[in-house]
């Protein structure tokens, strides 16, 4: 799991060359946005997010493993590049990982929160998200 960490918070567009070694090659990979299998479809997936944010980086907080099955809490540390002089942003999250029998990982599930947060931080839509959540708990 101490590979893996190290891998994901020293990530940069450099190391996506290298994603065959953390993952299998038929390694499977979801989040709120995105559902692909295969090394080629994981790096477009992170290709994308080096093409659209600003200084895009990952800390991990905790990691519990058990058998082949892997759980990391992290922080997603990013800035919105369309957006000028906005903020670094947090998106808080948690990756499930099961590993094959060689230590790769074979299925990558991150689950983080869209709606609070990452549209929720957006200029306009922001604001009608946070008017619809107080909405919402009245």
């Given at each position: 799991?101490?590979?893996?960490?190290?891998?994901?918070?020293?990530?940069?567009?450099?190391?996506?060359?290298?994603?065959?070694?953390?993952?299998?090659?038929?390694?499977?990979?979801?989040?709120?946005f995105?559902?692909?299998?295969?090394?080629?479809?994981?790096a477009?997936?992170?290709?994308?997010?080096?093409?659209v944010?600003?200084?895009?980086?990952?800390?991990?907080?905790?990691?519990?493993?058990?058998?082949?099955?892997?759980?990391?809490?992290w922080?997603?540390?990013?800035?919105?590049?369309?957006?000028?002089?906005?903020?670094?942003?947090?998106?808080?999250?948690?990756?499930?990982?099961v590993?094959?029998?060689?230590?790769r990982?074979?299925?990558?599930?991150?689950?983080w929160?869209?709606?609070?947060?990452?549209?929720?931080?957006l200029?306009?839509?922001?604001?009608?998200?946070?008017?619809?959540?107080?909405?919402?708990?009245?």
């Amino acid at each position: 799991m101490a590979r893996v960490i190290g891998f994901f918070e020293g990530l940069s567009p450099d190391d996506l060359g290298r994603l065959d070694t953390l993952y299998a090659a038929d390694a499977r990979f979801k989040d709120p946005f995105n559902e692909v299998q295969g090394v080629p479809a994981i790096a477009a997936v992170f290709e994308h997010m080096y093409g659209v944010l600003d200084a895009p980086r990952f800390v991990v907080h905790t990691a519990v493993i058990d058998g082949r099955h892997g759980f990391v809490t992290w922080d997603f540390l990013f800035r919105f590049r369309r957006f000028e002089r906005t903020r670094e942003q947090c998106v808080r999250g948690a990756s499930h990982l099961v590993f094959a029998e060689d230590g790769r990982i074979a299925v990558h599930r991150d689950y983080w929160d869209a709606a609070e947060e990452l549209y929720g931080k957006l200029p306009v839509v922001g604001a009608l998200m946070r008017w619809l959540g107080r909405r919402a708990s009245t």
